[in-house]
């Protein structure tokens, strides 16, 4: 796991000293065509109106893979086929209100199509990414992404 990204540094944290570490599974869908999803945060919720990767938070007991799945049918109304998840990275992110491990999957197969539950927005994005703003724990996938593809060798 990479170091620690530190969000909107200029902010005080809600809770002081240690804080316990929330873990979510976040998908990086991606299409046959190269391009990714990203969603906007529902109004009412942190960070409202920033663009991220879809996901949600692990239940007790509960695998990276299944949270994903479960948090992908609730908000998107899609079914991922588990057998087209890799788990990808990690990113540890300290946000004013959080401290959240954030688990990365690639996603590239699923059933379904998409119904924004939660009322949120959705577009298929490619780098340079279009969508503004991006919440701070989107930012290192789209480094990521950046040195796969430069590091891609022609077809």
Do not use: N
């Not at 893979?65 to 479960?70: P, Q, S, T, V």
């Not at 690639?106 to 703003?133: H, I, N, S, Y």
């Not at 991006?134 to 077809?155: K, M």
Request: aromatic content about 8%; overall charge negative.
């Amino acid at each position: 796991m990479s170091e620690i990204l530190r969000a909107d540094r200029h902010l005080a944290r809600e809770q002081a000293g240690d804080r316990p570490v929330v873990d979510v599974a976040v998908g990086v869908l991606i299409g046959a065509d190269g391009a990714f999803l990203l969603t906007s945060r529902p109004a009412g919720k942190v960070y409202a109106g920033y663009w991220e990767f879809p996901g949600g938070k692990l239940e007790a007991g509960e695998s990276v893979e299944a949270a994903l799945a479960r948090e992908l049918h609730e908000e998107l109304g899609i079914d991922i086929d588990l057998c087209r998840v890799a788990r990808w990275r990690e990113q540890l992110v300290d946000y004013p209100h959080a401290l959240v491990r954030l688990h990365f999957c690639k996603v590239t197969g699923w059933r379904g199509e998409l119904q924004m539950r939660e009322g949120q927005a959705f577009c298929w994005d490619r780098l340079p990414v279009q969508c503004a703003p991006l919440l701070p724990g989107a930012l290192p996938v789209l480094d990521w992404l950046r040195s796969e593809s430069a590091g891609a060798s022609p077809a």
